[in-house]
Each structure stands twice: as structure tokens, then as C-alpha cells.
């Protein structure tokens, strides 16, 4: 193999063309536009990789014909990410009615967010939410929605949900339709106070 100043990416595609391995690797993470010049003959791929790789922070991985590159600093940020996943707070509770009847299928989620979950049969649920300044909202068809932060742990042991009554007002009509007799028609306006 002879390359004079070609892209990485060409050169692994080459690789891969002409043997069985398959290459991975994080675009962002692996800069495959940076042209290098590399003349080997007769060597293992390991070799290979070493020579093309050399003086960056690109390494390998490399399990029967897949061969994963990877930068220490890919690694470093995928730690600090598991790490601040482990911050998270695990909040559990149970959600009911103001008859103290548990509420299933009642939607919980950290606002601003896509964490979410719902009630279990009991009206208990779990939900791990990023820190206690995190607002969970708690919500139900027919009922009012509610707020309230993760740190409020005795309020979210037990949360009441209200029922939503909207007061509408209602036309009701009634119509006489017997041949004997004139079309009559009613008309009632019910509202609710």
C-alpha cells in the first residue's frame, strides 16, 4: 500500500474494499479528512493503522474484522457523560385523586424535557430527573395539571390531582313532530353556577 498525501477516509475505504475489515468511528471524533502519506507492504493491519494514526490520539479497537477507532477524548466524554447520568435523582411517589383513589395512567414528566413516565396500577411511579432544581409536571386527562420541583420531596411523595370542571353553557332542544299538531320547538339554556 502506497498513499502520498490522501485523505484518511480514503484510505480505510480502500482497506475496506480490498479486505474483510469494517471500520466504525465517530466522524467528530475522528478527523478521516487529514491527508497522510503511508508506504507499507506486507503488513499486518495493526501495522498499518499504527503508521496511518501516528502522532495523533486516534486508536483501536479491534474484534475479528471490525475495527472501532476511538480518541481518548471521545473516551473522556463518554466517562463524563455516564458520570453526570449517575448525579441524576431517582424520585418515586404515587399520584391520586382528591377522593384518595390512585390514579393510573397519570403522565409524569421533567419539564422542558423528553424525561417522562406514568403511574402504575397503584398510582405509584419512579422517574430519574437530572438534578432537585428540575420541575417535574404531573398531568391527567380531566384533571388539572400540576407543578413541582424534584427537591420538594415531601410534596411528591403523594401528589393530588384536582378534577378539571369547566363550566359550559348548554342549549338543549326539544321538537314536537306529531302530524296531529303544529311543529313545535323548545329551546333551554342550562348554565351552571
Same mark, same amino acid.
Do not use: C, W
Given at each position: 500500500?502506497?498513499?502520498?498525501?490522501?485523505?484518511?477516509?480514503?484510505?480505510?475505504?480502500?482497506?475496506? #474494499?480490498?479486505?474483510?475489515?469494517?471500520?466504525?468511528?465517530?466522524?467528530?471524533?475522528?478527523?478521516?479528512?487529514?491527508?497522510?502519506?503511508?508506504?507499507?507492504?506486507?503488513?499486518?493491519?495493526?501495522?498499518?493503522?499504527?503508521?496511518?494514526?501516528?502522532?495523533?490520539?486516534?486508536?483501536?479497537?479491534?474484534?475479528?474484522?471490525?475495527?472501532?477507532?476511538? #480518541?481518548?477524548?471521545?473516551?473522556?466524554?463518554?466517562?463524563?457523560?455516564?458520570?453526570?447520568?449517575?448525579?441524576?435523582?431517582?424520585?418515586?411517589?404515587?399520584?391520586?385523586?382528591?377522593?384518595?383513589?390512585?390514579?393510573?395512567?397519570?403522565?409524569?414528566?421533567?419539564?422542558?424535557? #423528553?424525561? +417522562?413516565?406514568?403511574?402504575?396500577?397503584?398510582?405509584?411511579?419512579?422517574?430519574?430527573?437530572?438534578?432537585?432544581?428540575?420541575?417535574?409536571?404531573?398531568?391527567?386527562?380531566?384533571?388539572?395539571?400540576?407543578?413541582?420541583?424534584? +427537591?420538594?420531596?415531601?410534596?411528591?411523595?403523594?401528589?393530588?390531582?384536582?378534577?378539571?370542571?369547566?363550566?359550559?353553557?348548554?342549549?338543549?332542544?326539544?321538537?314536537?313532530?306529531?302530524?296531529?299538531?303544529?311543529?313545535? +320547538?323548545? #329551546?333551554?339554556?342550562?348554565?351552571?353556577?
Amino acid at each position: 500500500m502506497h498513499f502520498n498525501k490522501v485523505k484518511i477516509s480514503e484510505i480505510l475505504n480502500d482497506i475496506e #474494499t480490498k479486505t474483510d475489515y469494517l471500520f466504525f468511528y465517530n466522524h467528530k471524533d475522528i478527523k478521516s479528512d487529514t491527508k497522510v502519506s503511508i508506504n507499507v507492504e506486507n503488513k499486518p493491519i495493526s501495522a498499518i493503522l499504527d503508521e496511518i494514526f501516528q502522532n495523533t490520539d486516534v486508536k483501536y479497537s479491534m474484534l475479528n474484522n471490525h475495527i472501532v477507532l476511538f #480518541t481518548d477524548n471521545a473516551t473522556d466524554k463518554n466517562m463524563k457523560s455516564q458520570s453526570s447520568e449517575q448525579t441524576s435523582i431517582r424520585v418515586t411517589g404515587t399520584v391520586r385523586d382528591t377522593n384518595g383513589e390512585p390514579l393510573v395512567g397519570a403522565n409524569i414528566s421533567v419539564k422542558n424535557t #423528553t424525561i +417522562g413516565t406514568i403511574t402504575d396500577i397503584d398510582g405509584n411511579y419512579s422517574i430519574d430527573v437530572p438534578d432537585e432544581q428540575s420541575v417535574l409536571l404531573f398531568s391527567m386527562i380531566g384533571f388539572i395539571p400540576q407543578e413541582i420541583k424534584a +427537591g420538594d420531596r415531601k410534596k411528591l411523595s403523594s401528589v393530588t390531582l384536582q378534577v378539571l370542571s369547566l363550566i359550559l353553557p348548554q342549549t338543549l332542544q326539544r321538537s314536537s313532530l306529531n302530524p296531529f299538531r303544529k311543529q313545535v +320547538g323548545s #329551546t333551554f339554556t342550562v348554565s351552571y353556577s
